[in-house]
């Protein structure tokens, strides 16, 4: 069964910085794409940024330049470093891989931005 813990989330003001990490079990690390999805309540969950089992990588065209998604298959760990945090990236993140088509989440993690 694979299971996804993330961690790192928080209270950060308007400008600042989080990482976000998220450690994978259960599953052949290097071989899955692993992504960070947010949600705010009332809406549908989004894709922020994915890196492939490969490394390349894809953003949301709204944190683009502010936020890196990198692993470590040694560590079967992906994280998601957010710089010039603003008000509006303040939501749940949540993990994400896919396995024999089959998607995992972990249970998320509470990022606040606000002064």
């Known amino acids: 069964q694979v299971q996804l813990v993330e961690s790192g989330g928080g209270l950060v003001q308007p400008g600042g910085s989080l990482r976000l990490s998220c450690t994978a079990s259960g599953t052949i690390f290097g071989f899955n794409p692993m992504a960070w999805y947010r949600q705010t309540p009332g809406k549908e969950r989004e894709l922020v940024a994915a890196?492939?089992?490969?490394?390349?990588?894809n953003y949301a065209d709204s944190v683009r330049g502010r936020f890196t998604i990198s692993r470590d298959n040694a560590k079967s760990t992906v994280n998601l470093q957010m710089n010039s945090l603003k008000p509006e990236d303040t939501a749940v993140y949540y993990c994400?891989?896919?396995?024999?088509?089959?998607?995992?989440w972990g249970q998320g993690t509470q990022v606040t931005v606000s002064s």
């Open positions: 890196i492939a089992s490969g490394g390349s990588k």
């Open positions: 994400h891989t896919k396995l024999w088509g089959t998607s995992y």
